[in-house]
């Protein structure tokens, strides 16, 4: 029974291709989140739903843009890849912002 | 398999009080990093610390303190004179290097509720 489920686990792709992400959360909750894990496996908040609102939205390219088409999806579009967007990304869902994020398993980007 | 766990889901404690939060973590590997996040109401995670395996001296930040013991497997974080605004989830989290998904891994999370 997974909870924040994200899809793919693993994407090898080509510089300058457009590729979707998909998060799906079977919680209920009404908050998504994506991050970002850099080199050094810090995390770094990327953006910030709530009930299909953008709430945050850190400074990242433009080519990145979240799509939420309902409260349990939050789907992460990269257009026109970069090797500098290789990294693994974490949605998450939580019920609020103050209440307890729960994690999907990470997906990693490489482009090539 | 390498696991976090933090086995207080929740912890509330009066202001001024001092509070730790467990975390034990199991890995295969002798080189990994050890993680402390807090997720305030705002929503989003603030780092707290990163601590290599190799380094098992017991750090201290301001009212914030981290015991590292390798022998139990153990990242124990420490808030002294806790203030409402400490109030958080805080999560541990495990970088094994010999995760060839080269993903960090958390554990569920601790609440903690600082009452006035």
């Known amino acids: 029974d997974t909870a924040v489920s994200q899809t793919p686990k693993y994407l090898v792709t080509q510089m300058g291709n457009d590729k979707s992400i998909k998060c799906e959360q079977n919680?209920?909750?009404?908050?998504m989140y994506w991050y970002k894990q850099d080199s050094k496996k810090f995390l770094k908040i990327m953006f910030s739903?709530?009930?299909?609102?953008?709430?945050i939205n850190e400074t990242v390219p433009n080519r990145f843009s979240p799509k939420s088409p309902d409260k349990a999806h939050l789907n992460l579009h990269i257009n026109s890849l970069e090797l500098g967007d290789s990294a693994v990304y974490f949605c998450?869902?939580?019920?609020?912002?103050?209440?307890?994020?729960?994690f999907g398993q990470g997906t990693r980007l490489t482009v090539v | 398999a390498q696991k976090v766990t933090q086995a207080q889901t929740e912890i509330s404690v009066v202001e001024k009080e001092d509070v730790t939060l467990d975390c034990v973590y199991e890995?295969?590997?002798?080189?990994?990093?050890l993680f402390w996040y807090k997720q305030p109401p705002s929503g989003e995670l603030v780092f707290l610390i990163r601590?290599?395996?190799?380094?098992?001296q017991n750090e201290i930040s301001g009212r914030y303190s981290w015991n590292f013991q390798k022998s139990t497997s153990s990242f124990n974080f420490t808030i002294t004179a806790s203030q409402v605004v400490d109030s958080a989830v805080y999560f541990c989290?495990?970088?094994?290097?010999?995760?060839?998904?080269?993903?960090?891994?958390f554990g569920k999370g601790t609440r903690l509720h600082i009452l006035p």
């Open positions: 998450a869902s939580s019920q609020d912002r103050a209440a307890a994020a729960f």
């Open positions: 919680l209920g909750h009404d908050t």
């Open positions: 739903y709530n009930n299909k609102e953008l709430i």
């Open positions: 890995t295969r590997d002798t080189t990994y990093y």
């Open positions: 601590r290599n395996s190799f380094d098992e």
């Open positions: 989290a495990l970088d094994d290097w010999a995760d060839r998904d080269d993903k960090i891994i």
